[in-house]
């Protein structure tokens, strides 16, 4: 389990998760996506495909079709989603 900060500009709102570093980034866009529409008591669910999640850290586009761990991200990584 990896423990990373997700920043989402969409709300100005920053939030703390623990994540599968085997899970594919994909799934873990669900995820996040998933806890923040319940946490901020909003439907926001945008498209799958149009969402993105980038690693601050290292400045780059996670590939939706990758894990956490190929991705090279370590825990207290900040990660962005768009």
Known sequence: MLYVEVYVPALEK???FS????????AVIDEISSVVSVQEQKK???????RILCN????CILPADHTLYE???HPGSRLILL
């Open 14 to 16: 920053e939030y703390e």
């Open 19 to 26: 994540l599968n570093e085997h899970a594919r980034i994909g």
């Open 44 to 50: 926001w669910q945008p498209d799958t495909e149009e």
């Open 56 to 59: 601050a850290t290292g400045m």
């Open 71 to 73: 991705c090279r991200v």
